[in-house]
């Protein structure tokens, strides 16, 4: 029940920064030369249909007045209209995002399995050859550029081997978790480096306290000591350092999106881009950010529910 | 006769550090026997510490043990593999630290940190790893235990976690309780308490204790007999109540002239002057020698032995000179 | 893609990655990326030196040869164009946008940061919303956006990731500065009445600047990863200008057969973080001795 009153009183802070996103989504489509209507318009842009736009967003209105009427709209769940796919932006993204979020936690749960058994190995042997070697994951791991990653697992493990689909994200329950396989693992190559020198590092700042030492010396098994105190303890910190990169690495999804032809919101910004499809765009750059804003709260309340030392008040 | 419980025969720790090679511990022996509670006596920096340390296997990185024998019941155990090692001396012996807060894990909960021994290490299961945590709990005096059960470190007060940390200690059945100045971070009435608990344990429970402080108020309440060490060494050794009223090394006594004694009416507080000698250096002759009241030439030339003098242990080159001391240091004024 | 943007780095009494040397101003780690990153740079620097080929005009008859081939160390691709030439000019675009694309967000954020964690109060406050809004969309994303917003180019480019860079050197700075005006020298120049601007440009500044500089290492990199995905979608340096993303991007049809024209490109992007991200550690390690 603290968790609930927490996430709410977390997200009325938040407003002033929802409100924030929804501002630069809105100034987004000005910064293009022309008219705002013109632009949505695309291709269907006539004069008349310009003119009835321009109305409907109040365009000819204070720029502030525009803003409140976004904003309304907004807050009513119209991402506005899609004239290239002839459907409600809103609509559109409702079929991708799925896929997206698919994809989201296929990556976190592929990073966290590579990541903590590295980590934790390193730390509980350091200076040892597995802790030099895992060591030099995150230099080699930094300027992995994610799509380049993709390409190689699809030549490696699609193309030659034959292991996994290599496109699309299937039809049934199975064949998406066999499609989303390997794109969740190209996430977790970029995502594991960072997470693999936070999470060794914690370890082996854990592992130097007194309390380990007290663990130690009820003559409870080493595994037990490393996993059930030390882990506990490190992941707490690194909790928070995966949460920040997974809001930053939501980006990614773009990319690895288009790459595993995979229908989500990425595939879908980018397909807007290239077809110029504005009010698509201005819609999922604005779901972008909500998701981001979502996966910092989750990591918050996550961090809050492992370490009883935060005060959920 | 039987073996003591602990002994400890030439134990030496180093400290392999970049620049120097710490010397840690030298050569010390100790003896305890089961049931009996005795004191380890020294400054910051003596090893006495680590000493506790080396004894459970769980020396920090990077000191080691580089030599010496420890015997549990008679029996050599140091020759051991380390993990065989480890699981022998955590059987006989349990450590408290200084630092409760620390030494807790803050995020788990103090009763299952109590049960944790009796669950893992003496194969009990969930539901009477339980009952002995909150019996343990009520045994080392804390009060409403069931409760207090789920609470977390940092929601108790320190002398409630001191006395969780020695229900720790006592969870996994040992004979000797190994306290490394367990009661420096607490504040006196807390501190008596916890001394009282650890008296009251030791007599009822019939586990013995090895009591490292600094500070002599504490180790007269609850030990016997008594070890003092300075510089990695012991220096003197005996039964309490000898070495508070003879001391036989001037180590030991200028500790007690430090002691204020409200019955005794001094001019000033005496400290002892000096610095204690660096440990990465051979040092020739007596290492108390530069702070000695009592020091002459020959101190400085050959390093005294630990001798048996009727009962109890010396390593000082003045013992004969030990009853006149009081008047010596009176007649030289303030030394 | 900035991903890193804001772990804390290691804790430093680790010794540098697989050699035990991180003591002193010049350690393995350091001297290696130097090294490393030095080699690349000279290559992208020297490529009309190092080949002779143009990695633009067509040669359509020349085309798709294998590595190894006689006068093509890394073969030509699906236009008959020297690959190793293309890598190299590409490389230049690259690099040089990589490198001065940090300049900006590095110089506006510690700014602002430097600004924001000194005087505190209301403005403080808001550029921490600012920032947090900011933060709030995924990088690659709002570079797109904008990217696409602006129209293709290398001015647009430039633009958005100054936009959307600065946040973090904003964050880091200001955090340094939230210490550091604890700290007794900045104590001692407030008291002795100095102006504020002559304060924080000559006391405070270089005491904070050195976290803002080791994250820049690796912004390089993201900024550069950027750059390359950018390429890679059509959205970058417009063709037929080099570029290790487009290259990616147009080997990808021909995986199959031609995996070199994909790979090689990939690796150069590689290498390049590999050596930034030994300069950064190095770094690190050489602070803390």
Same mark, same amino acid.
């Given at each position: 029940?603290?968790?609930?009153?927490?996430?709410? !009183? !977390?997200?009325?802070?938040?407003?002033?920064?929802?409100?924030?996103?929804?501002?630069?989504?809105?100034?987004?489509?000005?910064?293009?030369?022309?008219?705002?209507?013109?632009?949505?318009?695309?291709?269907?842009?006539?004069?008349?249909?310009?003119?009835?736009? !321009?109305?409907?967003?109040?365009?000819?209105?204070?720029?502030?007045?525009?803003?409140?009427?976004?904003?309304?709209?907004?807050?009513?769940?119209?991402?506005?209209?899609?004239?290239?796919?002839?459907?409600?932006?809103?609509?559109?993204?409702?079929?991708?995002?799925?896929?997206?979020?698919?994809?989201?936690?296929?990556?976190?749960?592929?990073?966290?399995?590579?990541?903590?058994?590295?980590?934790?190995?390193?730390?509980?042997?350091?200076?040892?050859?597995?802790?030099?070697?895992?060591?030099?994951?995150?230099?080699?791991?930094?300027?992995?550029?994610?799509?380049?990653?993709?390409?190689?697992?699809?030549?490696?493990?699609?193309?030659?081997?034959?292991?996994?689909?290599?496109?699309?994200?299937?039809?049934?329950?199975?064949?998406?978790?066999?499609?989303?396989?390997?794109?969740?693992?190209?996430?977790?190559?970029?995502?594991?480096?960072?997470?693999?020198?936070?999470?060794?590092?914690?370890?082996?700042?854990?592992?130097?306290?007194?309390?380990?030492?007290?663990?130690?010396?009820?003559?409870?098994?080493?595994?037990?000591?490393?996993?059930?105190?030390?882990?506990?303890?490190?992941?707490?910190?690194?909790?928070?350092?995966?949460?920040?990169?997974?809001?930053?690495?939501?980006?990614?999804?773009?990319?690895?999106?288009?790459?595993?032809?995979?229908?989500?919101?990425?595939?879908?910004?980018?397909?807007?881009?290239?077809?110029?499809?504005?009010?698509?765009?201005?819609?999922?750059?604005?779901?972008?950010?909500?998701?981001?804003?979502?996966?910092?709260?989750?990591?918050?309340?996550?961090?809050?529910?492992?370490?009883?030392?935060?005060?959920?008040? | 006769?039987?073996?003591?419980?602990?002994?400890?025969?030439?134990?030496?720790?180093?400290?392999?550090?970049?620049?120097?090679?710490? &010397?840690?511990?030298?050569?010390?022996?100790?003896?305890?026997?089961?049931?009996?509670?005795?004191?380890?006596?020294?400054?910051?920096?003596?090893?006495?510490?680590?000493?506790?340390?080396?004894?459970?296997?769980?020396?920090?990185?990077?000191?080691?043990?580089?030599?010496?024998?420890?015997?549990?019941?008679?029996?050599?155990?140091?020759?051991?593999?380390?993990?065989?090692?480890? &699981?022998?001396?955590?059987?006989?012996?349990?450590?408290?630290?200084?630092?409760?807060?620390?030494?807790?894990?803050?995020?788990?909960?103090?009763? @299952?940190?109590?049960?944790?021994?009796?669950?893992?290490?003496?194969?009990?299961?969930?539901?009477?790893?339980?009952?002995?945590?909150?019996?343990?709990?009520?045994?080392?005096?804390?009060?409403?235990?069931?409760?207090?059960?789920?609470?977390?470190?940092?929601?108790?007060?320190?002398?409630?976690?001191?006395?969780?940390?020695?229900?720790?200690?006592?969870?996994?059945?040992?004979?000797?309780?190994?306290? @490394?100045?367990?009661?420096?971070?607490?504040?006196?009435?807390?501190?008596?308490?916890?001394?009282?608990?650890?008296?009251?344990?030791?007599?009822?429970?019939?586990?013995?204790?090895?009591?490292?402080?600094?500070?002599?108020?504490?180790?007269?309440?609850?030990?016997?007999?008594?070890?003092?060490?300075?510089?990695?060494?012991?220096?003197?050794?005996?039964?309490?109540?000898?070495?508070?009223?003879?001391?036989?090394?001037?180590?030991?006594?200028?500790?007690?002239?430090?002691?204020?004694?409200? @019955?005794?009416?001094?001019?000033?507080?005496?400290?002892?002057?000096?610095?204690?000698?660096?440990?990465?250096?051979?040092?020739?002759?007596?290492?108390?020698?530069?702070?000695?009241?009592?020091?002459?030439?020959?101190?400085?030339?050959?390093?005294?032995?630990?001798? @048996?003098?009727?009962?109890?242990?010396?390593?000082?080159?003045?013992?004969?000179?030990?009853?006149?001391?009081?008047?010596?240091?009176?007649?030289?004024?303030?030394? | 893609?900035?991903?890193?943007?804001?772990?804390?780095?290691?804790?430093?009494?680790?010794?540098?990655?697989?050699?035990? %040397? %991180?003591?002193?101003?010049?350690?393995?780690?350091?001297?290696?990326?130097? *090294?490393?990153?030095?080699?690349?740079?000279?290559?992208?620097?020297?490529?009309?030196?190092?080949?002779?080929?143009?990695?633009?005009?067509?040669?359509? /008859?020349?085309?798709?040869?294998?590595?190894? %081939?006689?006068?093509?160390?890394?073969?030509?691709? %699906?236009?008959?164009?020297?690959?190793?030439?293309?890598?190299?000019?590409?490389?230049?675009?690259?690099?040089?946008?990589?490198?001065?694309?940090?300049?900006?967000?590095?110089?506006?954020?510690?700014?602002?940061?430097?600004?924001?964690?000194?005087?505190?109060?209301?403005?403080?406050?808001?550029?921490?919303?600012?920032?947090?809004?900011?933060?709030?969309?995924?990088?690659?994303?709002?570079?797109?956006?904008?990217?696409?917003?602006?129209?293709?180019?290398?001015?647009?480019?430039?633009?958005?990731?100054?936009?959307?860079?600065?946040?973090?050197?904003?964050?880091?700075?200001?955090?340094?500065?939230?210490?550091?005006?604890?700290?007794?020298?900045?104590?001692?120049?407030?008291?002795?009445?100095?102006?504020?601007?002559?304060?924080?440009?000559?006391?405070?500044?270089?005491?904070?600047?050195?976290?803002?500089?080791?994250?820049?290492?690796?912004?390089? *990199?993201?900024?550069?990863?950027?750059?390359?995905?950018? /390429?890679?979608?059509?959205?970058?340096?417009?063709?037929?200008?080099?570029?290790?993303?487009?290259?990616?991007?147009? /080997?990808?049809?021909?995986?199959?057969?031609?995996?070199?024209?994909?790979?090689?490109?990939?690796?150069?992007?590689?290498?390049?973080?590999?050596?930034?991200?030994?300069?950064?550690?190095?770094? *690190?390690?050489?602070?803390?001795?």
């Amino acid at each position: 029940m603290r968790y609930v009153v927490y996430i709410l !009183r !977390r997200l009325v802070s938040l407003i002033p920064v929802l409100l924030g996103i929804s501002l630069i989504v809105f100034f987004l489509i000005r910064l293009i030369p022309g008219d705002p209507a013109a632009t949505l318009l695309g291709t269907h842009a006539t004069p008349t249909a310009i003119r009835e736009l !321009r109305d409907q967003l109040g365009l000819n209105r204070p720029l502030w007045s525009q803003y409140l009427t976004f904003l309304g709209r907004l807050i009513h769940g119209n991402l506005g209209f899609s004239y290239f796919y002839d459907v409600s932006v809103t609509s559109l993204i409702g079929t991708s995002l799925p896929v997206t979020l698919w994809l989201l936690v296929a990556g976190v749960v592929c990073t966290i399995v590579i990541a903590v058994p590295l980590a934790v190995l390193a730390a509980a042997r350091r200076g040892g050859i597995a802790d030099n070697i895992i060591r030099a994951v995150p230099v080699a791991g930094l300027g992995l550029p994610v799509f380049w990653v993709g390409i190689m697992l699809i030549l490696i493990f699609g193309l030659k081997l034959h292991w996994v689909p290599v496109a699309g994200f299937g039809n049934s329950f199975p064949q998406h978790v066999r499609s989303i396989i390997l794109p969740g693992i190209t996430i977790a190559l970029t995502l594991a480096p960072i997470l693999i020198r936070s999470l060794r590092a914690s370890m082996i700042e854990v592992l130097g306290s007194d309390f380990i030492v007290t663990a130690q010396a009820k003559g409870i098994s080493t595994a037990r000591v490393v996993l059930g105190h030390a882990l506990r303890n490190a992941a707490i910190s690194s909790v928070t350092v995966l949460g920040v990169n997974i809001a930053y690495l939501t980006g990614s999804t773009l990319v690895v999106e288009r790459v595993y032809s995979l229908p989500g919101i990425g595939q879908q910004m980018i397909n807007s881009i290239l077809s110029r499809d504005f009010p698509t765009v201005q819609g999922i750059t604005l779901v972008f950010a909500i998701l981001v804003v979502i996966v910092n709260l989750l990591t918050d309340v996550t961090h809050a529910a492992l370490d009883p030392r935060v005060k959920l008040a | 006769m039987t073996a003591p419980l602990l002994e400890v025969h030439d134990l030496n720790v180093d400290i392999p550090m970049p620049h120097a090679r710490l &010397h840690a511990v030298r050569g010390i022996s100790l003896s305890i026997g089961g049931g009996e509670a005795v004191g380890l006596v020294g400054e910051s920096g003596s090893g006495k510490s680590l000493t506790l340390r080396a004894l459970l296997g769980l020396l920090p990185r990077p000191a080691r043990i580089a030599s010496g024998t420890i015997l549990i019941d008679g029996q050599d155990v140091t020759g051991l593999p380390a993990h065989r090692l480890r &699981h022998l001396l955590t059987d006989t012996m349990s450590m408290v630290f200084q630092d409760s807060l620390t030494a807790l894990n803050p995020v788990m909960r103090v009763g @299952d940190q109590i049960a944790e021994g009796p669950r893992r290490k003496l194969g009990r299961s969930r539901a009477a790893a339980h009952a002995t945590a909150v019996e343990l709990m009520a045994k080392v005096g804390i009060p409403d235990p069931e409760r207090r059960y789920a609470h977390y470190p940092h929601e108790l007060s320190g002398g409630m976690r001191q006395r969780i940390c020695i229900a720790i200690a006592l969870s996994t059945e040992p004979r000797l309780i190994l306290a @490394d100045e367990p009661t420096t971070a607490l504040d006196v009435t807390i501190q008596a308490r916890v001394l009282d608990v650890l008296g009251r344990l030791r007599r009822e429970e019939h586990v013995g204790l090895l009591l490292v402080s600094h500070d002599l108020a504490v180790v007269g309440q609850t030990c016997s007999r008594l070890y003092v060490m300075y510089a990695g060494k012991v220096v003197e050794s005996g039964q309490l109540v000898d070495l508070v009223t003879e001391p036989r090394h001037p180590y030991t006594f200028s500790l007690l002239r430090s002691v204020p004694d409200p @019955d005794r009416r001094v001019d000033r507080l005496l400290s002892i002057p000096g610095q204690p000698p660096d440990l990465s250096t051979t040092v020739v002759g007596c290492s108390f020698a530069p702070r000695c009241p009592f020091v002459v030439d020959a101190c400085r030339e050959r390093e005294p032995e630990l001798l @048996d003098i009727g009962g109890r242990d010396s390593a000082c080159l003045r013992i004969d000179t030990a009853e006149h001391w009081t008047d010596m240091v009176a007649a030289e004024g303030v030394r | 893609m900035t991903a890193m943007a804001l772990d804390p780095l290691e804790p430093a009494e680790e010794s540098s990655v697989v050699v035990r %040397s %991180s003591r002193g101003r010049w350690n393995a780690t350091l001297i290696s990326g130097l *090294v490393l990153f030095g080699l690349i740079v000279l290559a992208a620097v020297c490529a009309p030196l190092l080949t002779s080929y143009d990695p633009i005009v067509q040669n359509l /008859g020349q085309a798709f040869l294998a590595p190894g %081939s006689p006068g093509h160390l890394l073969g030509t691709d %699906s236009f008959g164009r020297d690959v190793l030439a293309r890598l190299l000019y590409g490389g230049r675009t690259d690099l040089e946008v990589g490198v001065f694309a940090v300049v900006s967000p590095f110089v506006i954020g510690s700014v602002v940061g430097l600004v924001a964690g000194w005087f505190g109060g209301w403005l403080d406050t808001i550029i921490g919303r600012i920032v947090d809004i900011v933060i709030a969309f995924p990088f690659l994303v709002l570079v797109i956006a904008l990217v696409f917003a602006m129209g293709p180019g290398t001015t647009s480019i430039y633009t958005a990731i100054t936009l959307v860079g600065w946040v973090a050197y904003c964050r880091i700075v200001r955090g340094q500065v939230l210490v550091a005006k604890e700290q007794e020298y900045a104590m001692a120049a407030r008291a002795s009445g100095l102006p504020t601007w002559r304060i924080l440009l000559r006391h405070l500044l270089p005491n904070v600047i050195l976290q803002a500089f080791v994250y820049s290492m690796s912004d390089i *990199v993201l900024t550069l990863l950027a750059i390359v995905t950018l /390429g890679f979608l059509g959205l970058g340096v417009p063709p037929p200008n080099p570029d290790w993303g487009t290259m990616i991007q147009d /080997g990808q049809q021909f995986i199959l057969t031609k995996w070199y024209l994909t790979t090689i490109p990939g690796i150069a992007v590689v290498l390049v973080g590999i050596a930034l991200a030994l300069i950064a550690d190095g770094i *690190v390690d050489r602070t803390n001795r």
